[in-house]
């Protein structure tokens, strides 16, 4: 079993930068992938971010491409997302998620390739 538990949300301007963590205990943090998701009032849970088991491979939903950025602390079992030149329109809860894999350089996209999430933080943007 794998908790996850999410910080770093809050009430920031446009054109502002979060830095959301994702905290794990539980398990061998090193053999998970992990992703970020984000579900805006109203609508579906969406991709927003993932990474592989070794950390060497990410990806990245185009609506943040370029302003978002993915690392991993493995001394501290932490995975960061790092939000730049934050929009309106990002403003959601953001979840962590991680699943058990065996493949280095997989990244998962769907909600269903996750097994374990965190409880969500909350992220507003004001324009």
């Known amino acids: 079993q794998v908790q996850l538990v999410e910080s770093g949300g809050g009430l920031v301007q446009a054109g502002g930068s979060l830095r959301l963590s994702c905290a794990a205990s539980?398990?061998?943090?090193?053999?998970?992938?992990m992703g970020w998701f984000r579900q805006a009032a109203g609508k579906e849970r969406e991709f927003v971010a993932a990474m592989s088991q070794s950390g060497e491979s990410t990806d990245f939903a185009a609506s943040v491409k370029g302003r978002f950025t993915i690392s991993r602390e493995s001394a501290k079992d932490t995975v960061y997302l790092h939000m730049n030149s934050l929009r309106p329109e990002d403003t959601a809860v953001y979840y962590c998620?991680?699943?058990?894999?065996?493949?280095?350089?997989?990244?998962?996209?769907?909600?269903?390739?996750?097994?374990?999430w965190g409880q969500g933080t909350q992220v507003t943007v004001s324009s």
């Open positions: 998620a991680a699943r058990f894999s065996v493949y280095y350089s997989t990244r998962y996209y769907r909600t269903q390739e996750y097994d374990y």
């Open positions: 539980g398990r061998t943090f090193s053999h998970y992938a």
